[in-house]
Each structure stands twice: as C-alpha cells, then as structure tokens.
T-cell receptor, first 120, second 113 residues
Framework: GAVVSQHPSRVICKSGTSVKIECRSL??????MFWYRQFPKQSLMLMAT?????????EQGVEKDKFLINHASLTLSTLTVTSAHPEDSSFYIC????????????????FGPGTRLTVT | QKEVEQNSGPLSVPEGAIASLNCTYS??????FFWYRQYSGKSPELIMF????GDKEDGRFTAQLNKASQYVSLLIRDSQPSDSATYLC?????????????FGIGTKLQVIP
C-alpha cells in the first residue's frame, strides 16, 4: 500500500511556542492533502484541505492564522501550530490523496501515522 | 443532525460471531462511502470502499449500501479478537468539484475470546 509519513510522531512543547508537523507521501504524488485532529474518544475532525501550490481551505471554526499550512510540493505538506496552548494538545493526522493518473487509487486517502502533540 | 452518525458502542461479540456495524448519513448527494479501522493510538486504515447500492464483499468483510435509506453497514464474519478496534464510517461528497470526506464518531468493537 501507499506510504505516508509524518514527523515528528510525538512532540511535547511549552505553551506559547510553535510546532511544525511534516506530512510526506513517499511513493506517490499527492495534489491534495488533508489535516485532521482527533481528541480522545472523538472522531477525526477535518481541519483543512491542502492543495499543492495554492492556499489551504480551512473548515469552519479552524483559525488559519493559528494553524499554518504549506503544501509546497506534490509530496510534502506542513502544518505549523503557532503559539500553542494546552487546548491544542491532540492527535494530528494527515492524509494524502493520489493525483489523478497515478497507479494509486485516487478515491482513497492514505493516512499518515499521526503526531501526538502535548502542550504543557 | 450530524452528517454521519454511528453508535459509539462498545459493541461486544463473541469470537466467531458476525459483527454488524451501522452508519447513517444526512446528505443525499453523498457519492462514496468508506469503512476505516482504527486501533487505539494509531491512524485509520481503509478496509472497505463502496459507491453502488447493494453488497460488496472482501474476505470476511461485507459492506452494504442503501442510498434510498441513507445507510451503510459493515458486516464482519467469523470475528476475531484482532478485529477489536474502532470502526469509522466516512462519507465522500463532491460539492462543486470540492471533495470532502466526513467521518462518523466510530463504533468500538470488542471481540470476546
């Protein structure tokens, strides 16, 4: 299956600092990547949709100035949590949808392993 | 009304039994439907994808879709303890070229040895 990596897998930071999370599609090109957040015992909540070379589309209630998304290439998207606070502590998961015309199934989202963020 | 509804469970079934997981969705324009399995602390993995009314079988898994009634279900035959996980129903809607996948809260399945 397709491989999507995330780095770091786990991060602890102090309140007020910024944290960058990387999402990479390792064996396919992804024009679209998605960023989700999951709190304990809750479902995946889509935060934003990231398209290569254009601005991300944020879901209602997600602050675009706090959660900065950059999708600079067909294999890399980054999420930066700026001025993190304890309430931002969560499991952040990215997924990547293969570009049309690739051998991968373009209807499927391939998920990364997730990043556990703890803000103290 | 939530866009995608699932009973959070837990659903407990004995080993070898059939587990039946249900999901309803609100948007009639939804076009494709997914079942993901998520183990605790891990990210989801796709186990079934369906877009046509009826049944789709893959090994021990069968997905059933009824667009008129707006529900999709997942049957797991010969349930194994390793099937114990949370099963997420996801619905894809193409809205003017913008595709959005919405997830349900997930049903926690416990298979009792």
């Amino acid at each position: 299956g397709a491989v999507v990596s995330q780095h770091p897998s786990r991060v602890i930071c102090k309140s007020g600092t910024s944290v960058k999370i990387e999402c990479r599609s390792l064996d396919f090109q992804a024009t679209t990547m998605f960023w989700y957040r999951q709190f304990p015992k809750q479902s995946l909540m889509l935060m934003a949709t990231s398209n290569e070379g254009s601005k991300a589309t944020y879901e209602q209630g997600v602050e675009k100035d706090k959660f900065l998304i950059n999708h600079a290439s067909l294999t890399l998207s980054t999420l930066t949590v700026t001025s993190a606070h304890p309430e931002d502590s969560s499991f952040y998961i990215c997924s990547a949808r293969p570009a049309p015309g690739t051998p991968k199934r373009s209807y499927e989202q391939y998920f990364g392993p997730g990043t556990r963020l703890t803000v103290t | 009304q939530k866009e995608v509804e699932q009973n959070s469970g837990p659903l407990s079934v004995p080993e070898g039994a059939i587990a039946s997981l249900n999901c309803t969705y609100s948007d009639r324009g939804s076009q494709s439907f997914f079942w993901y399995r998520q183990y605790s602390g891990k990210s989801p993995e796709l186990i079934m994808f369906i877009y046509s009314n009826g049944d789709k079988e893959d090994g021990r898994f069968t997905a059933q879709l009824n667009k008129a009634s707006q529900y999709v279900s997942l049957l797991i035959r010969d349930s194994q303890p390793s099937d114990s996980a949370t099963y997420l129903c996801a619905v894809n809607l193409d809205s003017g070229g913008y595709q959005k996948v919405t997830f349900g809260i997930g049903t926690k399945l416990q298979v009792i040895p």
